[in-house]
């Protein structure tokens, strides 16, 4: 039995005792319940503590935390009289867990001015992380220069936070700088870089970077083999991707894992190869799991095979019925090859389970404040100069010989308004704000979207780039793209 299960027995013996009330006890008994998760046990040992300290509060902060609960543990904040930095790095690694990215940065903030609170390692490293999610780069920016005045500016932790805030905030030249100050690099820090640099496309500086590391006293570890194949997978090295799956059992000694296979069949279906792909899930030494089957739907979208694609989607909505995502691919695959009836059909199912399409949304940062648009979005206060941007466009892109990709729209319309509906994707928006908000010859325009930038906004970036002489960074839901001059970092591959 783990120990873990033993605590309300113990609890019954303490009670029994008589030292439910006494502090340390009472405090551990809520570290206790935290591990199994008994919220409720936990309250009851916290009340039953007769002179709650700092460390009680902080404890049942944690369980609630832990338990994604967060909104009880800003109660709790709220109502203690005393906090030190354990109780705000509880609240902002909570926000961190529980999504709520914005609260974090706000408490993060709130810590600075509270005189009797030093930020720790635990701290920055969270708030960091929040500037990740958020790709937000100016606050990550200026974390950054906060840790340079404080014991914290060569910190490993810190510091493979700021790697991985600037890889995903779209600066890998920054990430890059800061792995290379590091005092010590550990494992977190070699697979922080390698796969920084796959998802910007870099499949080759990701290699380097990891044949540097096999010079190091630093194994590579399962996570590291899932950035070097998510490397290969980005860069369609089909060769290189297969030697390295075999070298990490042959070499390594680490036996692949659902993410790796899954980062094979993608490689394998990306490049067209599906039946191998398929031929690859079936021979796995485990149940397939929906990431690999998901992997292939997605490659199957992109070539068209519905026949495949079909299979897929049977295995994954076995597993899980509910799967939005699946339904969404099947109906987009149906609409690529015109197969309108079906698509009507996926989308009947959609609505009989109470199922809806993930909206397209994207975001872009503007002097410290996240700017968020969805498609057709009318709800800005710049509308009228956004849509204005868009027209000027628009109209400058077909100078250049611009023709809308009608198939990109994936829906039965006539083709005037499918025209109009790709110039209001979420993204094109986002792009037309920094353009307006921002001076020509600054830094580059970063957007950040929660889905797969489609085929004509991809076409389109490259146009505007050309145009507006700007660089403009986007982060879809796979990697990025670095448009310049008319061309993207992906190669047109993605």
């Known amino acids: ?49 007769l002179c ?18 967060i909104e009880n543990s800003l109660t709790l904040f709220l109502g203690s009289s005393i906090t030190n930095d354990v109780s705000w790095n509880t609240m902002i ?66 510091g493979n936070a700021l790697i991985d805030m600037y890889a995903k905030c779209g600066s890998i030249k920054d990430a890059r ?25 870099l499949g080759g500086e990701a290699l380097k970077v990891f044949d540097m590391m096999q010079e190091t006293d630093v194994r590579p570890n399962q996570m590291t083999f899932v950035g070097v194949l998510s490397a290969c997978s980005n860069g369609g090295l089909l060769s290189k991707g297969e030697a ?39 021979e796995m030494p485990f149940e397939p799991s929906l990431m690999a089957w998901r992997a292939l739907l997605g490659a199957c979208v992109i070539h068209n095979d519905v026949e495949i694609g079909k299979l897929c989607a049977k295995h994954i909505l076995e597993i899980d019925p509910q799967d939005e995502s699946t339904h969404v691919l ?42 968020y648009f969805t498609v057709d979005d009318a709800s800005h206060p710049d509308k009228k100069m956004i849509y204005g ?44 704000f920094g353009l307006i908000k921002t001076p020509s010859g600054s830094s580059p325009i970063r957007i950040i979207k929660n889905l797969r930038i489609c085929a004509d906004c991809h076409a389109v ?9 700007r660089d403009i960074i986007v982060r879809d839901m796979n990697r990025f793209h670095h448009f310049e001059n008319g061309l993207c970092s992906c190669g047109d591959y993605w």
């Not at 009330?21 to 809520?30: C, D, H, K, M, P």
């Not at 899954?262 to 279906?269: A, E, H, P, R, Y």
């Not at 987009?332 to 949304?361: D, F, H, I």
């Open 1 to 49: 039995m783990e120990w873990a299960e033993l605590t309300p027995s113990i609890h019954s013996s303490i009670c029994k005792l008589g030292h439910e009330s006494n502090a340390f006890v009472g405090t551990a008994l809520v570290d206790s319940y935290s591990v199994s998760g008994l919220v409720d046990c936990a309250r009851r040992a916290f009340d039953g503590i």
């Open 52 to 69: 709650k300290d700092m460390v009680s509060w902080n404890a049942l902060m944690d369980v609630y935390a832990k338990c994604s609960l």
């Open 93 to 158: 690694v909570g926000f961190v867990h529980a999504g709520d990215f914005d609260s974090a940065l706000s408490f993060f903030k709130d810590t600075l001015e509270c005189h009797n609170v030093q930020p720790t390692e635990v701290t920055y490293s969270s708030a960091l992380c929040a500037c990740a999610s958020l790709a937000a780069l100016d606050p990550g920016t200026q974390i950054h220069c906060l840790t340079m005045k404080t014991t914290y500016d060569k910190n490993t932790v810190v």
């Open 177 to 201: 700088l800061v792995f290379n100050g590091l005092t010590k690099n550990d494992e977190v820090s070699w697979n922080a870089m390698i796969s920084g640099y796959s998802m910007h496309g």
């Open 244 to 282: 390295y799956f075999k070298s990490m059992i042959h070499d390594h000694g680490i036996e692949p894992c659902v993410e790796h296979y899954s980062c094979m069949v993608w490689l394998l279906g990306r490049l067209g190869h599906l039946d191998r792909a398929l031929k690859l899930i079936k």
């Open 330 to 371: 099947l109906s987009n695959m149906y609409a690529r090859t015109r197969r309108w009836a079906n698509v009507a059909t996926v989308r009947r199912s959609m609505k009989t389970k109470g199922l809806n399409k993930e909206p397209g949304l994207s975001w872009i940062e503007n002097q410290g404040t996240v700017h």
């Open 389 to 432: 941007m868009l027209e000027w466009l628009n109209m400058k892109t077909r100078q250049e010989s611009y023709s809308p990709d009608r198939n990109a729209v994936l829906r039965d319309i006539e083709d005037d308004q499918k025209e109009r509906h790709l110039w209001v994707h979420s993204e094109r928006l986002a792009l037309a």
């Open 461 to 469: 970036m490259k146009l505007i780039s050309k145009i507006v002489k």
